[in-house]
């Protein structure tokens, strides 16, 4: 698994209706866009430091400077 600061990791539901769960990637701290990540979450505004599961998947997003 591979992110980018800006990205979006999804973790999804383990049951039946259980909503998604996704955040940013603030940082990434692993070498070559590996984990750990600093994510933002998007239900709670919470910021942790996370190590995805095969439960996650990333979106990538186009990265450009200002």
């Known amino acids: 698994m591979h992110a980018s600061d800006g990205d979006r990791?999804?973790?999804?539901g383990?049951?039946?209706?259980?909503?998604?769960r996704?955040?940013?990637v603030l940082r990434v701290l692993g070498s070559d866009g590996?984990?750990?990540?600093?994510?933002?979450?998007?239900?709670?505004?919470?910021?942790?430091?996370?190590f995805p599961g095969s439960d996650a998947t990333i979106q990538h997003f186009e990265h450009t400077s200002s």
């Open 9 to 12: 990791i999804v973790i999804h």
């Open 22 to 24: 996704d955040g940013e």
């Open 34 to 50: 590996g984990p750990p990540y600093v994510i933002r979450w998007g239900d709670s505004g919470h910021e942790s430091i996370f």
């Open 14 to 20: 383990h049951r039946t209706g259980e909503p998604d």
